[in-house]
Every structure is written in structure tokens, then in C-alpha cells.
């Protein structure tokens, strides 16, 4: 039977990311997601591996990560601890052998998903080196000669931010979604799963006052969707109605995390007033 996936009760997929996710799972492709922070792009995988009922295999990549560390690494210090101070035989390298997430999830022994986030961080090598195992559903252990062949093909849900630009032989084998920034509608919706208990005018005038912040021009970090979250939360927490937002953004730490944003919005603040 084909598992759709339609967005789960706290994660609103737009209809164009449900197809995205459902097309990778027919065609049993790589899931590449690209989007501003913010927008979701981790917490897909979550979402898609809770309502299929998959187990999540998450891998975070860093600047210093190897494609090989998602399969397996090799924990050599480990051995040589054990054959100076421990009383058990080393001769087994299998011992040894600690699989990495994609690892994990061929040796399932159901479907997974699979999360590798923030592909971009990685040396420019880095997409290029997992081709062979994403096509194949497969890796080899170098110090033990075992083949693992994936016992089923889980889903990879590939993150990245944009830093840069990814190898055109890893894009043809992936099916692409970019998650653009929300509209007032659907955040709305984002805000209500997040705050079902506040009141709507509240909501309303802050994801108003978000949205024209973000709008001003010269924003080096334009306030993202968990930071619109944080700040109705702040809002709440101080008692503060729809009224006290009008004239001032309060709690502002909770949106503007830079000291140049600061200065654009009180250079554009008269402006607001004069139009509210």
C-alpha cells in the first residue's frame, strides 16, 4: 500500500511540500529541502516519520563531517584501549564498527527516515561521496569486508540552507522542494497549532507587526516562524493584549538578534505609527 503523507496535527505542510514528500516516496528518491532557517526544514522529518509511523535516523553535518561517518567509523582508539587494559579478545574488528545514521537505517528492519541535516556545511565533496550509497542502498565496511545491502529503502530528507551551491550529480538524483516563507494565512494556521489557547486579536495584530518587520528593507536576519512562536509566547507570558503592540514591539530580543536590525527598525518606526 503507498504511504501518503498528509502534514501531521502540529506541522502544516503546504500542498506543494506534501506532494514533494510523496513523490520521493513513490520514486524512492533522496528528499532535498531548501529553505530560509525557520522555515521547517528539520522538523519535515520528524513530522513525515511520525505520521508513517518510521523510525527518525538523524544526522547533524558539520564542517568537519565525512559522508563515511553516516554509514559507519571505525573506532580504532576504542580497540587499542581494550587490548592494553581490557581482558577481552580484539581480534574481532566488528566490535568495533559503529554505524552511523544512514547505516542504521539500511539495517532496519523497517523503512526509516532518515534526516541529513544541513548538507551545505560540508566540504563541496561531501554530496558527491554519498552518491553510490543513495543509489545503491548500500555500503561496504573497509576493515571487515562486509557488505550491507539496505534491508529496506528508507526515506533521506536532505536539509540545506542555501550556504552552498550542491553538485549537479547529486541534485539530478534528488526530488527538490523549496519551503518558501509562509503566507499571513497558513501562519496563522503554524501560530494556532503552537497557541491554540491564545486570544485571536492577539494573534492577528503580532503576526501583522511580524510581517511588516520583516518587510523593512536593509534586515541583515529577517525574524523567522519559531521566533514569531517565541515572541507571541513572550507576549503572553507578560500579560500583553493587542492594544500594547500597536504603538511599540515589545520583548524585541525575541525577534531582532542583530544590533544593525535594531537601528533599521527605529529608523522606520515613525512610519508605522503614522500609518496605524
Not at 514533494?20 to 522529518?45: D, F, H, S, Y
Not at 581480534?91 to 532518515?114: C, K, P
Not at 544541513?118 to 557488505?147: C, I, W, Y
Not at 536576519?221 to 492594544?243: F, R, Y
Request: charged share 30%; hydrophobic share 40%; glycine share 6%.
Amino acid at each position: 500500500m503507498f504511504e501518503n503523507f498528509t502534514g501531521t496535527e502540529d506541522y502544516i505542510a503546504s500542498v506543494e511540500l506534501q506532494e514533494a514528500v510523496n513523490v520521493a516516496l513513490a520514486l524512492e528518491r533522496p528528499l532535498l529541502i531548501k529553505g530560509e532557517p525557520g522555515t521547517g526544514k528539520t522538523l519535515l522529518a520528524e513530522a513525515v516519520a511520525r505520521q508513517l509511523d518510521r523510525t527518525l535516523f538523524t544526522w547533524h553535518v558539520k564542517s568537519t563531517s565525512r559522508a563515511q561517518e553516516g554509514l559507519y567509523v571505525y573506532d580504532a582508539v576504542q580497540r587499542l584501549h581494550d587490548s592494553r587494559f581490557g581482558d577481552h579478545d580484539v581480534s574481532d574488528i566488528r566490535q568495533y564498527i559503529r554505524f552511523g545514521a544512514l547505516g542504521q537505517a539500511f539495517l532496519a528492519d523497517a523503512a526509516a527516515v532518515v534526516l541529513i541535516d544541513e548538507v551545505d556545511k560540508a566540504d563541496l565533496e561531501f554530496p558527491n561521496d554519498l552518491l553510490h550509497e543513495l543509489d545503491r542502498m548500500s555500503f561496504q565496511v573497509t576493515e571487515t569486508g562486509d557488505e550491507h545491502l539496505a534491508r529496506h529503502r528508507p526515506l533521506v530528507v536532505i536539509t540545506s540552507n542555501n550556504e552552498k551551491e550542491l553538485p549537479d550529480a547529486f541534485l539530478r538524483r534528488c526530488v527538490f522542494h523549496f519551503i518558501a516563507f509562509p503566507e499571513q494565512d497558513l501562519m496563522g494556521r503554524i501560530v494556532s497549532v503552537h497557541h491554540p489557547a491564545v486570544r485571536q486579536t492577539l494573534v492577528d495584530e503580532a503576526i501583522a507587526r511580524f510581517y511588516w518587520l520583516r518587510g523593512l528593507p536593509d534586515l541583515r536576519k529577517a525574524p523567522s516562524t519559531s521566533e514569531l512562536i517565541d515572541w507571541i509566547g513572550a507576549l503572553v507570558k507578560g500579560g500583553l493584549e493587542q492594544d500594547r503592540i500597536t504603538d511599540r514591539i515589545p520583548y524585541l530580543g525575541a525577534l531582532l538578534k542583530k544590533e544593525q536590525d535594531l537601528e533599521t527598525l527605529q529608523r522606520h518606526m515613525h512610519r508605522y505609527k503614522g500609518r496605524h
